[in-house]
């Protein structure tokens, strides 16, 4: 990526120094949202010094309201970056200014997270992020990112990388079961 053209968070330029963002990633499935959110992370993180983390949605579908991830997000957003000035003075090369954090929230697997209320997939699970956030002790702006791919070359080839991880992630199990001289079928585009 080219480089930013908004200079990097310094005391100087206090304006946006410890903003607290949530960045909602929204799309179709197989649209790249888990690797757009970690480009993203790393941008943020190496051109502007703001300290990250990224939320898959997918790890919190319990059922429960996305309780445990509103919990984690609230911690996230409500640490302070504070240093003890001594500290900052013996170590010159840490940054001693508060560059803000970023939240981002993505699904890994966007059919599974369509109806967890985090998800914002409608209006009205836009409104609940929105005001679940405000009711945090620290004020946060809310930015949701769409994605959408419509290159059928870059779609059928996240399908194909998808039924590819999965598989490999039930390979010991499905091997167990498996014959040893059964045939392995290694077209996976006919699965697509």
């Known amino acids: 990526p080219d480089p930013t053209t908004v200079p990097p968070p310094i005391a100087a330029l206090a304006g946006n120094i410890g903003e607290r963002h ?13 690797f757009t959110s970690r480009r993203l992370q790393r941008y943020l993180q190496f051109f502007h010094g703001a300290n990250c983390r990224r939320f898959d949605i997918c790890r919190y579908t319990t059922g429960h309201g996305g309780v445990e991830l509103y919990a984690d997000l609230r911690g996230f957003l409500s640490e302070e970056d504070n240093r003890d000035p001594v500290t900052i003075l013996d170590d010159p090369g840490k940054k001693n200014v508060d560059s803000g954090r970023v939240a981002i929230l993505f699904a890994s697997d966007s059919s599974a997270a369509f109806l967890e209320p985090w998800s914002g997939t409608s209006k009205e699970r836009r409104r609940l992020i929105c005001s679940r956030l405000g009711k945090l002790p620290v004020r946060v702006k809310v930015v949701f990112l769409e994605l959408m791919c419509q290159d ?25 079961s498996m014959p040893p001289d059964a045939p392995f079928n290694e077209d996976l585009s006919a699965e697509v």
């Open 152 to 176: 059928e070359e870059v779609v059928q080839s996240n399908i194909l990388r998808k039924v590819q991880s999965d598989q490999a992630a039930q390979a010991p199990s499905a091997s167990a």
């Open 22 to 34: 949530v960045l909602v990633m929204l799309g179709l499935p197989y649209r790249g949202k888990s």
